[in-house]
């Protein structure tokens, strides 16, 4: 297993020299030739934090006004075969205790950017990633965000196309990550090597037979995960429709040289309904993996609906049911997001069962051409092998009332709500923040050639 593990290394060193030699080579390339969207926004904000616990002697509470700053980059770039997502956003507080006396300072930082490099007239494609995220080990939420753990995640990969007919394409990749973070966080890295072989259908269909073999090394504890699905997509006149069905095998060495074997059957079936105005998508996935092997697997996202925090799990397989909901015209003046989500996990470390739910809901008014009201609400519950019975969740609810002071500077009333009940040995917790927020912004658009 040693040796399997160090040949995945070689390879990953391969896959960041191969991108830096080809990075080098589109360098030439200047992102200022086409700049779809940047834009960004800088805040100071004041406020007041209540906080009421639930403890065995009665209920203690808390007051902390604060003051903080935040700031948030997003933005689309393009320039011939190279492109550029980002989007991230950050904030520092400061937060003084009003019954001990004492300061504290918490900040968080969340985002995600992706660089790809992909010409059709070329055979090879390289991409680069970044996230930054907020994760948790174990069950069991918290009130404040920021009181997560933070990991960074590094990827690089590369990929070589050939054409064996007029209507295929054989795609053989690497792609690596690693990631940077507290305590057990540190020194988590996978590799993964894949060859994909698609064939043209029709003009809106196409089917692949793709294979995978990922390595993950997380202190100490090595794993190879092995992969194969079959996957047909087809483009509708009002959305789109995909499914995949194959399998995983895993092995797993631990420290002590004991090991370990796994399979399950895998597959994925998702539809999409979109129109200029909504989107709505259900899918359903089933698959084997764990959170170090998704170093080099999982692609940044950009959602309106990302997780305030992400469970680091171990070798799972994973059942996981969801829909999200988007229209930008509920009404005249409104706008509207749904989601929910559901999922079953089955260690195959350990053999415990877990079950996980989340949904949430975004609601936004216009009230007036200078003022707008925005309303959200999410929860997210974990259960044990009964999918029945929450033994941990919370609720959050967030307000802004916003107010157009010019172009480009707006003033905003927050107010943010989050109950967190648990059977687990811990506190029931309630926390309520008002925020008086000045916001300067800028958001530039453009195509130039």
């Known amino acids: 297993m040693k040796l399997r593990v160090d040949r995945a290394r070689q390879l990953q060193a391969s896959i960041l020299i191969g991108f830096c030699m080809l990075g080098a080579n589109a360098s030439g390339q200047g992102l200022s030739d086409k700049v779809t969207a940047i834009y960004g926004s800088g805040s100071v904000f004041t ?83 970044h996230t930054v995220s907020s994760v948790r080990n174990d069950t069991g939420f918290v009130v404040n965000p920021s009181s997560y753990d933070t990991r960074n995640t590094l990827s690089a990969g590369a990929g070589l196309r050939f054409f064996p007919g007029d209507l295929t394409t054989l795609r053989f990749s690497g792609q690596a990550g690693k990631s940077f973070g507290e305590d ?168 415990a069962t877990t079950h996980e739910y989340r949904t949430g809901i975004n609601l936004g008014v216009q009230l007036t051409s200078l003022q707008r009201l925005s309303f959200g609400y999410s929860w997210q519950g974990d259960a044990a092998e009964d999918e029945g019975t929450i033994i941990d969740q919370i609720h959050s609810l967030t307000t802004r009332w916003t107010r157009q002071l010019a172009e480009n500077t707006s003033f905003s009333v927050d107010f943010n709500q989050s109950y967190l009940r648990s059977k687990l040995d811990r506190n029931d917790q309630d926390q309520f923040t008002l925020r008086l927020v000045l916001s300067h912004g800028f958001s530039l658009m453009g195509n130039g050639g």
């Open 47 to 129: 406020g007041v934090t209540h906080t009421r616990t639930d403890t065995d002697s009665g209920t203690d509470t808390n007051t902390e006004p604060s003051v903080g700053v935040s700031a948030s980059l997003g933005g689309n770039l393009d320039s011939g075969a190279n492109s550029l997502q980002l989007q991230y956003g950050g904030t520092l507080e400061t937060r003084r205790d009003t019954f001990g006396g004492g300061q504290t300072d918490s900040s968080s930082v969340t985002g995600a950017s992706r660089f790809t490099h992909f010409d059709p007239a070329s055979r090879f494609d390289f991409n680069l990633g």
């Open 184 to 351: 057990e966080l540190n020194g988590s890295e996978s590799v993964t090597a894949s060859a994909d072989l698609t064939r043209r259908l029709s003009e809106r269909s196409s089917a692949s037979l793709v294979g995978s073999r990922s390595w993950s090394d997380d202190d100490g504890l090595d794993t190879i995960i092995d992969s194969a699905q079959i996957i047909y997509n087809r483009t509708l006149e009002n959305g789109s429709f995909s499914i995949g069905v194959g399998t995983s095998r895993s092995e797993t060495e631990f420290a002590d040289g004991s090991e370990s074997d796994g399979d399950a059957a895998t597959g994925f079936v998702n539809r999409t309904w979109a129109s200029d105005e909504s989107q709505t998508t259900v899918a359903y996935n089933r698959r084997l993996s764990d959170s170090t092997t998704d170093l080099s697997l999982d692609i940044p996202v950009f959602l309106d609906f990302l997780p305030d925090s992400i469970r680091i799990r171990d070798l799972v397989i994973s059942d996981a049911v969801s829909i999200t909901h988007n229209t930008t015209r509920l009404c005249d003046v409104c706008t509207l997001g749904l989601m929910a989500e559901a999922s079953m996990l089955e260690s195959q470390i350990t053999g």
